[in-house]
């Protein structure tokens, strides 16, 4: 099976601007999750979605947003960008809704400028 | 609010040397405990798990991880360390209630020296 892609890989945006980032889960797992790595603040949860419904939620601005699509494609958006917005983005997926083993995507490393 | 505490940030072993991460966690109910690995530019991998039953769980690559209750932590061991091992290391604790959210630790970061 083919693993999580995640696309863009690499993205530079201003302050301001807003970006949408994709992933694409493992065929069959119908939950994506989201994390911010940084260096200062480590691996934190964004949000995770199954079926379409935004199942749990972290302590983000509610400028970080996502979706899922009906073929458990994920996208987050992120608006009006602040310069401490850079950061790795990763998505992992996960076959069922409970706690669950989640395999990770290689990230996207968005750059604010 | 669970949490996870891995209180080496570095740590430098020579090549054939055993290897031992920390990790302790915070968590109400019996946790879901990981070790994932993360080389420079990559995502995460995901080296073992701990749900239940036998508390020491191996994991690929040749690591293993012991879950105690008694102490909150669920260490990462390796017995020979091999120089591609270098990269960092997170544990992470998963929520049992439903839903996929896992807390990670500050990561160690781990240096081969051949």
């Known amino acids: 099976k083919a693993g999580v892609t995640q696309t863009p890989r690499y993205l530079i945006k201003t302050r301001g601007q807003q970006v949408t980032l994709s992933c694409s889960p493992i065929?069959?797992?119908?939950?994506v999750s989201w994390y911010q790595q940084t260096p200062g603040q480590g691996l934190q949860f964004l949000f995770e979605?199954?079926?379409?419904?935004?199942?749990n939620k972290g302590n983000f601005p509610g400028r970080f947003s996502g979706r899922q699509f009906s073929n458990s494609r994920s996208e987050m958006n992120v608006s009006t960008l602040e310069l401490g917005d850079s950061a790795l983005y990763l998505c992992?997926?996960?076959?069922?809704?409970?706690?669950?083993?989640?395999?990770f995507g290689p990230g996207t490393r968005l750059l604010v400028l | 609010a669970q949490s996870v505490t891995q209180p080496d940030i570095h740590i430098t072993v020579s090549e054939g040397a055993s290897l031992e991460l920390r990790c302790n966690y915070s968590y109400g109910a019996t946790p879901y405990l990981f070790w994932y690995v993360q080389s420079p530019g990559q995502g995460l991998q995901l080296l073992l798990k701990y749900f239940s039953g036998d508390t020491l769980v191996q994991g690929i690559k040749g690591f293993e991880a012991e879950f105690k209750r008694s102490q909150s932590s669920f260490n990462l061991r390796k017995p020979s360390v091999h120089w591609s091992d270098a990269a960092e290391y997170f544990c992470a604790v998963g929520t049992t209630g439903g839903g996929n959210k896992l807390t990670f630790g500050t990561g160690t970061q781990l240096k081969v020296e051949l």
């Open positions: 065929s069959g797992h119908r939950s």
């Open positions: 992992a997926s996960s076959p069922a809704v409970r706690a669950e083993t989640q395999y």
């Open positions: 979605y199954f079926s379409e419904t935004q199942r």
